[in-house]
């Protein structure tokens, strides 16, 4: 089965600045395929190429089997949600949706019918007459994936649709468009700055950084084996550790900072005694106690001062101070409510389990 | 404490009008004003010296005489051609200084809209009579290019007056129209493109229908001033423009009968009135919309 979307060795440049660097992937057919970046890292110039709103100055791009090349716009088999949507405001619901359709000559009782049926399946059945302004965030949403579905196209792009809505539309949004996508089976290209949107929704993610690719896979590969040390910040929370490799085995390297703490992590890459290398802790890897003898003795442990205390429900954490090297490091509180009455300024024990670190060689300067 | 707010109250309403006496006094003075002694000039009919009598007479005399409905019906014909013009004309300007052309490039095309107008209307419009007069510029130069056998008198045609016309409307019409093509959204344009529309299709459903308000606006606004304007049409059409106003001026200043000219003017002041109201109604926007947006 063909992909729904080859991008081959695509290079775009703005003046001296190259946006996207001869970047290549694939997304297979019915997939929902996230690309994940900081704010101008190229993400919406790729995504503006694969519309065809921007020509790539190398490369090709192929959609359902036929290559872009020269294809106009609003003549390729893709559809866009724009971030804030882009609804016509001087049209009703019913017209935003069947806009597509006119366009293409659709017989008008068929349009009614298509359009009847669309807004059915979105959940938004019998609002044809409604203005565009009377309604609710999500509503909206639903409008803006129903006004492109309905044109049955070969690939949904979405460009952060849920950038402007407040955290609790976002995270109700998040799982209808899910549901959604499943629903139609339709392939779902979705760009975002928002790692969580990315993890929760997506079969697969790509990375993005200063126009390429970092990492491209699943959301657990993301999450538990980063390939690079920009994944591994930039995926999830995670402490960092510069320093140098001052022991090197297969399975193990041990790492001192700058600051003097010593640290084991499993080394991602080869690595030599007296690399600089940087080492990812994740806040929920690392365990906590008040008496050292309660962490498991085969690992090296740690003492460190509360300095303050971040209360976020489920996402509870501490910030510790080293003792020796007095460097800031987080670490997840336990659902237990072990740790309920834990107080700024007092001395607790920390360690983890170094085959959860992961050491990388640093990026040369 | 009521009391004080009060009297603070009255302070604001006392500011209020402070603020807006200038604006009052120009309007009752200069237009409430004369419009109601021009009202009572037009009603009124001379019968002995310093006798007058109320009367119809004058509006009367406008129906009775072809020549005075004539130049009426041509006048609104003719301003009406104008504004069309002058939109269609401004619309690939505005859209150019609105959505294609940023910075310093945008200001300068812009400026060169405003330049016209540092000069006044007169010098402006003379200006066009040097170029198009039978010993000037553009007949000589279509004689050379061999284009015609003599000097044609490009001056006193209908095609010339709406020339000058359109010239100076453009401005009135340009800016009321960036405004309202600035406002709209790229993404919109973008999106429409995206679901497979076509650049006419776009236009007709997208852009137009968000800039009807400023283009209301222009038209209103080009349409009075082309209706009331005196100058261009005398110049550039001569005895052959048979401009509304004209009359109305021959009327005060050469005849000295005001009161058919105060007649003329009310006529012209309800046919205004009413073209206006019918565009607005033609076009489904409401006065007041279409007011606030430029």
């Excluded at chain 2, 007056?161 to 993404?187: C, H, K, N, Q, R």
């Excluded at chain 2, 009807?212 to 100058?231: K, Q, R, S």
């Excluded at chain 2, 009161?259 to 309800?270: D, K, P, R, S």
Aim: aromatic share 8%; with cysteine.
């Amino acid at each position: 089965m063909t992909p729904d979307l080859q991008v081959e060795r695509v290079v775009k440049r703005f003046g001296g600045h190259t946006a996207v660097q001869a970047l290549s992937f694939e997304v297979a057919r019915g997939s929902f395929f996230s690309i994940l970046g900081p704010s101008g890292c190229g993400k919406t110039t790729l995504l503006r190429m694969v519309a065809g709103f921007t020509a790539p100055d190398e490369g090709e791009i192929v959609i359902g089997g036929r290559s872009m090349r020269g294809v106009a716009p609003n003549r390729r088999p893709v559809n866009m949600v724009f971030q804030h949507l882009a609804l016509f405001p001087m049209m009703s619901v019913g017209e935003n949706v069947a806009y597509g359709l006119t366009q293409r000559g659709v017989a008008r009782a068929e349009i009614t019918r298509r359009v009847g049926q669309m807004l059915e399946r979105v959940g938004l059945g019998g609002a044809q007459a409604k203005r565009v302004d009377q309604l609710s965030g999500g509503q909206k949403q639903r409008v803006a994936i129903a006004r492109s579905l309905v044109l049955e196209p070969t690939l949904l792009l979405l460009d952060e649709p849920l950038g402007a809505l407040d955290l609790k539309l976002r995270e109700h949004m998040k799982v209808e468009l899910k549901q959604l996508q499943a629903a139609f089976g339709t392939t779902f290209v979705y760009i975002t700055h928002d790692q969580s949107e990315a993890l929760v929704l997506s079969d697969r993610v790509a990375v993005m950084n200063h126009g390429r690719f970092e990492q491209v896979g699943s959301p657990q590969a993301l999450y538990y084996e980063p390939q690079t040390p920009f994944v591994a910040g930039f995926v999830g929370a995670n402490n960092r550790f510069a320093g140098r490799v001052t022991a090197a085995a297969t399975e193990r390297v041990t790492l001192t900072s700058d600051s003097g703490l010593v640290l084991h992590a499993r080394p991602s890459g080869p690595l030599a005694v007296g690399d600089a290398a940087e080492a990812f802790i994740r806040p929920e890897v690392a365990g906590l106690a008040r008496d050292e003898a309660e962490l498991p003795a085969d690992q090296p442990r740690y003492r460190g001062t509360v300095e303050s205390l971040l209360f976020d429900g489920a996402n509870s954490a501490v910030l510790l101070r080293e003792a020796i090297s007095r460097i800031e490091i987080r670490i997840a509180l336990p659902q237990t409510g072990r740790f309920a009455d834990l107080r700024v300024g007092e001395e607790v024990a920390f360690g983890f389990d170094p085959q959860r670190a992961v050491c990388f060689a640093s990026a040369p300067p | 404490m009521i009391a004080e707010s009060h009297r603070g109250t009255m302070q604001a309403r006392l500011l209020l009008l402070l603020l807006l006496a200038p604006a009052l006094l120009w309007l009752v003075g200069l237009i409430v004003l004369p419009h109601v002694e021009l009202a009572l000039l037009s009603l009124r009919v001379r019968v002995a010296p310093r006798v007058y009598e109320l009367s119809l007479r004058q509006f009367g005399t406008f129906f009775e005489e072809p020549l005075y409905w004539h130049t009426f019906v041509r006048t609104a014909v003719m301003s009406i051609v104008a504004t069309a013009c002058t939109l269609l004309l401004a619309f690939p300007i505005a859209w150019t200084i609105a959505k294609l052309v940023r910075g310093r490039r945008r200001a300068l095309l812009f400026m060169l809209c405003m330049i016209p107008f540092w000069v006044s209307e007169t010098v402006r419009t003379l200006g066009w009579t040097i170029l198009l007069r039978e010993s000037g510029v553009l007949p000589a130069l279509l004689v050379q290019a061999g284009l015609a056998p003599v000097p044609p008198e490009l001056l006193y045609h209908d095609a010339t007056i709406l020339v000058g016309l359109v010239y100076t409307s453009l401005l009135f019409m340009v800016v009321p129209l960036i405004g309202a093509l600035e406002s709209l959204d790229d993404s919109l344009i973008e999106a429409a493109y995206n679901l497979g529309g076509s650049g006419p299709s776009i236009l007709r459903r997208i852009v137009i229908p968000h800039a009807a308000p400023g283009i209301v606006a222009g038209c209103i606004v080009v349409f009075m001033l082309t209706l009331g304007n005196y100058l261009t049409p005398t110049l550039l059409g001569g005895k052959n423009s048979l401009w509304f106003t004209e009359q109305i001026y021959t009327q005060f200043i050469t005849r000295f009968n005001w009161e058919q000219g105060a007649a003329f003017g009310f006529l012209l002041l309800a046919l205004s009135t009413l073209i206006v109201w019918l565009g607005l109604r033609a076009s489904g926007q409401r006065f007041g919309d279409v007011m606030r947006r430029p």
